[in-house]
């Protein structure tokens, strides 16, 4: 099992997977996105308290899910690079990035026009945030030292080490909403407990959104890696 999953490191067959895979991606994006967006906008009701800016829920929780979890894949990928030297691994990470870096800013963004309607204020430093202002800096970092740097593998080395080095501010955002005080950012979204958990008119287009963000980030990370190693054409990589 263990050599099956590693001969994708192999550009070609990495990109032969591609192939098959970023298609589906893209459809099941498609498929849920519209829906959910539909369904969330126009058929859900207005919110008793939050009334109508309650719906920029199924932009930002969707966003802020990528945010978290693409450093975290990021940090995956940069371990993979720094144990195992596959390009794969290293030029996914820097694929990666710039989708992790829009959906950042779509979540400050939207979470500050959902603050200032609910919290009369487009910011305040609570901790998550906070934590999500750090993550923002890391992927810009990030980015910068790949352009900053000309050779593939030195820039590969720094940039992976920089981001295992962001990667706890990336767990930070996604878990620190069970540790400490919020302040006026609210609790979980989702939650295994039923009376902490979103009502269902909202919970199933939320859902779809979910998955079709994440369907959409699967297309482009591959389509972008695929770009990568083409740009590249490194000995043996390409």
């Given at each position: 099992m263990?050599?099956?999953f590693w001969?994708?490191?192999?550009?070609?067959?990495f990109?032969?997977?591609?192939?098959?895979i970023s298609p589906?991606?893209?459809?099941?994006?498609i498929?849920?996105?519209?829906p959910?967006l539909v369904w969330?906008?126009?058929f859900t009701?207005?919110?008793y308290?939050?009334?109508e800016?309650?719906?920029i829920?199924?932009i930002?929780?969707p966003a802020a899910f990528?945010?978290i979890?693409i450093?975290?894949?990021?940090?995956i990928?940069?371990?993979i690079?720094?144990?195992?030297?596959h390009?794969?691994?290293a030029?996914?990470?820097k694929?990666a990035?710039?989708?992790g870096l829009?959906m950042?800013?779509?979540?400050?963004?939207?979470?500050?026009?959902?603050?200032?309607s609910t919290?009369g204020?487009y910011w305040v430093?609570?901790?998550?945030?906070t934590s999500?202002?750090?993550?923002?800096?890391?992927?810009?970092g990030?980015?910068l030292?790949w352009q900053?740097?000309?050779?593939l593998?030195k820039?590969?080395n720094?940039?992976?080490?920089?981001?295992?080095i962001?990667s706890?501010?990336?767990?930070l955002?996604?878990?620190i909403?069970?540790f400490i005080?919020?302040?006026?950012?609210?609790g979980?979204?989702?939650?295994?407990d039923?009376e902490?958990?979103?009502?269902?008119?909202?919970?199933?287009?939320?859902?779809l959104?979910?998955?079709?963000?994440s369907s959409?980030?699967i297309y482009l990370?591959l389509?972008?890696?695929?770009?990568e190693?083409n740009?590249?054409?490194l000995?043996g990589?390409g």
């Amino acid at each position: 099992m263990s050599n099956k999953f590693w001969k994708f490191s192999n550009p070609v067959l990495f990109k032969k997977l591609s192939g098959l895979i970023s298609p589906l991606a893209g459809i099941i994006a498609i498929l849920a996105i519209i829906p959910g967006l539909v369904w969330g906008v126009f058929f859900t009701n207005p919110d008793y308290k939050q009334m109508e800016t309650v719906k920029i829920i199924f932009i930002h929780v969707p966003a802020a899910f990528l945010a978290i979890n693409i450093y975290l894949m990021m940090t995956i990928t940069s371990l993979i690079w720094l144990v195992r030297r596959h390009y794969v691994s290293a030029l996914a990470a820097k694929s990666a990035a710039i989708i992790g870096l829009t959906m950042t800013i779509v979540t400050i963004i939207t979470g500050s026009l959902w603050g200032s309607s609910t919290w009369g204020t487009y910011w305040v430093w609570d901790p998550r945030l906070t934590s999500f202002a750090i993550l923002l800096c890391f992927y810009v970092g990030y980015i910068l030292l790949w352009q900053a740097i000309g050779s593939l593998e030195k820039a590969a080395n720094i940039t992976s080490l920089f981001c295992i080095i962001g990667s706890v501010f990336a767990l930070l955002s996604r878990y620190i909403v069970f540790f400490i005080d919020q302040g006026l950012h609210q609790g979980p979204t989702l939650s295994l407990d039923q009376e902490k958990n979103i009502d269902n008119s909202y919970y199933f287009p939320l859902i779809l959104m979910l998955i079709g963000f994440s369907s959409l980030f699967i297309y482009l990370v591959l389509v972008r890696t695929t770009t990568e190693l083409n740009k590249f054409k490194l000995k043996g990589v390409g």
